[in-house]
């Protein structure tokens, strides 16, 4: 009997923490601490896809653009590379850590990184209403200089004492490019991370060659894919919170362990959900269901073990 396959979306605390520097030590210190966690699913029969985020570090790298051109005249990189540039990096780092705990309790598993690419529909009605935002801070004269040289668009940050952001597309994943070669190494027991930051957006041209776009995708709309993509039994994404909350932080608050896809659904048109947290990862939870994965769980890492914890969401209650 082959084992069960698992997408676990490791979300931005598995790496970075708020109101730390981000130094290669921290990451690698959440990093390993996360990855310890996935041993029960390993120790289980689970095979494992790792995807993750990319935020902070790829708002880094594009800072480092800034600073490069400004002070070196350094020619700065295209987002499509940033985000390129932090899979490799981040998925090193969790390639080499996994490797490290793997060795230590006498897992035989071989680990691979593939940057991913993912398919996206250039005609996306994201293109038009451009809302994630990247990067630095700028000052409303700076971002007016940029929107005039690089025809740059930024918003307000959400603290408005902050400054402007820039800000570009978030469309909706289609596909997983290499769909069949992550499938068949995951099935034959490797552990592959991929996909991270929701992968690079790209799209075929009238040529049938791929082409890119200033864009970032949703990391656990691109794990709901890919999950999907490969018919994976289970969908974990993992945040910074043991369960879902209904009206979180709210007098209202209410856990909610058990839910099935109708209920859930309800929930999130009702906007019981914070929209820039929580809400995205349901939906991504939601779509893998809808398209017949067994369930998808949202939790913390270090919940995994024990089952009584995570809000689970499945295609009909208590399944």
């Not at 970075?16 to 289980?44: P, S, Y």
């Not at 680990?111 to 990247?134: C, L, Q, W, Y």
Request: net charge negative; proline share 4%; glycine share 10%.
């Amino acid at each position: 009997m082959s084992n069960k396959l698992a997408v676990i979306a490791l979300g931005g605390n598995a790496l970075l923490r708020d109101n730390e520097k981000g130094t290669i030590e921290e990451q690698e210190n959440h990093a390993a601490e996360t990855l310890e966690n996935l041993m029960f699913l390993i120790k289980e029969g689970y095979d494992l896809i790792i995807t993750h985020g990319n935020g902070p570090q790829v708002g880094n790298i594009l800072m480092r653009n800034d600073a490069g051109e400004k002070i070196y005249g350094i020619a700065p990189m295209p987002l499509d590379i940033c985000v390129a540039d932090s899979q490799g990096g981040i998925g090193y780092m969790i390639e080499r850590i996994l490797r490290n705990i793997l060795c230590k309790y006498k897992i035989n598993r071989n680990v691979i990184t593939i940057v991913g690419m993912v398919e996206v529909d250039p005609n996306d009605i994201a293109f038009s209403h451009p809302a994630k935002r990247i990067g630095m801070y700028y000052t409303e004269e700076q971002a007016q200089q940029l929107t005039r040289e690089k025809g740059w668009i930024f918003k307000l940050s959400k603290s408005a004492t902050k400054g402007w952001k820039r800000v570009v597309p978030s469309p909706v994943p289609k596909s997983i490019l290499n769909l069949e070669l992550i499938s068949d190494l995951a099935r034959k027991g490797n552990i592959v991370i991929t996909c991270g930051g929701g992968g690079i957006p790209v799209y075929y041209d009238e040529n049938s060659e791929l082409r890119t776009v200033d864009a970032v995708i949703d990391k656990d709309l691109a794990s709901a894919v890919l999950a999907h993509g490969i018919n994976a039994n289970e969908l974990y994404i993992l945040t910074n919170v043991p369960f879902i909350f209904k009206d979180f932080g709210l007098p209202t608050q209410e856990k909610l362990e058990f839910l099935d896809y109708n209920d859930t659904v309800k929930y999130l048109r009702a906007g019981t959900f914070g929209e820039g947290s929580m809400a995205p990862k349901i939906a991504a939870a939601l779509e893998f269901v809808k398209n017949g994965g067994n369930k998808s769980i949202i939790t913390e890492a270090s919940k995994l073990e024990d089952k009584s914890y995570g809000s689970k969401i499945t295609m009909e209650y208590g399944m």
